[in-house]
């Protein structure tokens, strides 16, 4: 009898530690963040809205509009939802973090407020934040639409490669890079002409930087971090990086050429100055930091800061840690980082992208996706997936994530390419060529 009384009260106990959580977003990186979350000691229940066909298999998913703020406030009360994870960068940009604070305060966002997710929000912004800071980017001036004839000046008399960068967000699509001087000129016209809608009225134009991409990945709360795995993703849509930009093709981690060398300079050089800067701006920043990096000789310096987690890194990332990543969380709200040690696989990780046929143009929706049973320890992580009672079809551009883990990165390419043979839909795209520059 005395041992079922102290049983019951240990389970309350342990009960009132748990908690009801909600993630927005329906990409495979809110497949990645609900796979993880799902298994935190943490979790009472989880719930993904909207989700995909994915992501129904780790929580429940949730028909709700992730731009409606009220809508999403009222589910929380209804179902007790503690805690919301933002995936994607819109809803910071349009001020959740802040409706919440303001209506609902006993509610945690993880994500920083309207101010400071303008570090992604606006490139202008950013540029400013580092410049600031003495955190090493590339040299920019921003232009807008009665600046016209001085932003074309400034082209003239710049060398190429050039860089042109809308200032707000235009959906991984606002960042052009190219080498002949007119062209250059008549995409200058265009962008303030309103080819990336108000995202581009404003255009940055930047400095080319000749090096190799990479990018780290911090949890903070704006007075203390940890780092989390860095990654290295691949955009364009042909193999040899060729063709247009996309969301991403793939992704390895760790990257094979930050050492521990290169990893002190981003730490000292980038990401305590960013820390630093958000302190000293008094800035609300509870969430994830993206700091897309690049390495020009021995150097780090940032390309652009995103205010939640990439996509597909988070599919290479989050798999490698074996910490609790609801603790981590948990203990950014609660101001304890510091007391916390983050824990990952030293195994690399590489996510193979299947996307649509015709991607990242126009591509057709609604077709049946076959998985084979067995998937030799991969991971699967559903990006434009949709279930329903006919069974699974593709419901986007980027269809699914293959995740695989060896103890190099070539082999798990290789494991992640043998499972999308595997996988069937029509019109079905990969790159093969993952990791080819490491």
Known sequence: MFYSIVSVFCAKIVKTYMHRILILGSGGREHALAWKICQSDLCQKLYTAPGNGGTSSVSQNVDLDISNFRQIAEFCEWKNVEFIIVGPEQPLVDGIVDYFLENHPKIKVFGPDKQAAQLEGSKDFANQFMAKYNIPTAGSKSFELDQLNEGLEHIRNSKGPYVLKADGLAAGKG???????????????????????????????????????????????????????E???????????????????????????VDENMM?????????PTINGFKAENMNYTGFVFIGLIKVGEDPYVIEYNCRMGDPETEVVIPRIESDLMELIQAAFEYN?????????????CTVMMVSGGYPEKYEKGKSIEIPEKCNGSLIFHAGTK????????????????????????????????LADKINFENKFFRRDIGFDL
């Open 387 to 418: 279930s329903t009672k006919n069974g699974l079809f593709t419901n986007g551009g980027r269809v699914l994530a293959i995740t695989s883990f060896n103890d190099n990165f070539q082999d798990a390419v290789i494991q992640s390419m043998n």
């Open 175 to 229: 960042v052009l890079i190219i080498e002949d001087q007119e062209e250059a000129l008549i995409a200058f016209k265009e962008m303030l002409g309103g080819k990336f809608g108000k995202a581009s009225s404003k255009v940055v134009i930047e400095e080319f930087l000749d090096g190799i991409e990479f990018s780290v990945f911090v949890l903070t709360n704006g007075k203390e971090y940890v780092l989390l795995p």
């Open 337 to 349: 980082l510091s007391e916390k040690e983050i824990k990952t696989t030293s195994q690399s990780a």
């Open 231 to 257: 990654a290295k993703d691949y955009k364009r849509i042909g193999e040899g990086d060729q063709g247009l930009n996309t969301g991403g093709m793939g992704a390895v981690s760790p990257v094979p050429f």
């Open 264 to 272: 002190k300079k981003v730490k000292d050089r980038i990401i305590q």
